[in-house]
């Protein structure tokens, strides 16, 4: 029989990391941008923070740029950036911005077909180096193909000015690689899900090395923001070696997409997964306390009241998360968990009282 698998993985080319690295803004724009302008995405806010000097350097190193602020990650948003931006021809699309504004970006480069170069405010999740975004349609947020930024700038100074909870949350996004990886290996045994030994072993590294660490992550310290943002960027590798969000994305993240949706406003992305990921530690029968042990280290609450997430809120979560994404099969199975199994489950790991 012949020889027939293939597998396509796509890199981030240039990766920046560090103090300042914001000037190498028109150095990538230069080497990435084939033909058109350079549009910026970002919202009100990253436009202070990072937005304005990118739009400064652009304009001083003479390449032609306009700035887009936009507002949530929704269709609505995404289609009038998307149109706005062909309008005006960008060849390139540069997010900068936390969570929301990347993942316009990342859509709009999709759905134009040009690169995208990512610049992060924030250090609080990993979807800056992700090949995926998060668009809200309708009621529910739904993690979506996009594209694999093709560079990525790092400022950890830029970064190191958010607040300490940011921070802390990119360390549990990352920290919660390991249930990501226990339910892919569960998914591989069950459904026979094609499981990347590399992949796993690179985002396993990541959330090890964050766990060791964990002492060091400090609130206004440049170099914590450091300490964290290269285990983000190795997530980042992890997902694109697997060509996919599953060595770093499992049932905590679709507890965390649930509670996105039914507990708006109240955890961010990171404190959420962090939730998903005690429990989900539970249900695959290993050693969540452990894990409650470090989250607490980097300060980061266990617990859902603490974030004004409702008891029965947080329960519906869990027992519902699973219908997020039907293809990811994960511990929570393919079912909602009976009411009784979240609860107790909940209460045994202390989430809830
Ligand atoms: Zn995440």
Known sequence: MEFEKFKFMQFTRDIYVGHGVINKAPDVVRKNLLRGNVAIITGHNTFKIAGKEISMLLDEASIENSVFICDKADEENLNKVTREAKEYGAGIVIGAGGGSKIDLAKKTAY?????????????????????????????????EEAVMPVSIIAD???????????????????ISNE????????ANRIKGEEFSSSAAA????????????????????????????????????SMAIAASSRPASGSEH???????????????????????????????????????????????????SDYGIRDNIM???????????????????????SYHAAESALRITNIID
């Open 156 to 174: 950890t100074y830029i970064m190191s000015k958010v607040p300490y909870r940011y921070l802390k949350a990119g360390a549990a996004d990352v």
């Open 254 to 304: 679709l507890i965390a997409h649930a509670l996105e949706t039914m507990a708006p406003g109240t955890a961010i992305h990171g404190e959420q997964v962090a939730l998903g990921c005690i429990v989900a530690m539970f249900l695959h029968g290993k050693d969540w306390k452990y894990m409650e042990n470090v989250f607490k280290k980097i300060g980061i609450s266990t617990k859902a």
């Open 202 to 237: 690179i985002a396993e590294y990541a959330s090890r090395e964050l766990v060791e660490r964990a002492h060091l992550i400090m609130p206004e310290v440049e170099e914590s923001v450091w300490l964290v943002t290269k285990q983000i960027l190795a997530s980042g590798t």
């Open 179 to 186: 249930t990501a990886i226990l339910d892919w290996k569960f």
């Open 111 to 143: 759905n134009l077909d040009i690169p995208l170069v990512s610049i992060p405010t924030t250090p609080s999740h990993d979807g800056i180096a992700s090949p995926r975004a998060s668009i809200k349609r309708g009621n529910w947020s739904v993690s």
């Open 315 to 337: 329960i519906e979560a869990l027992r519902t998360a699973h219908r997020i994404r039907p293809e990811r099969f994960t511990i929570l199975g393919e079912v909602d968990l």
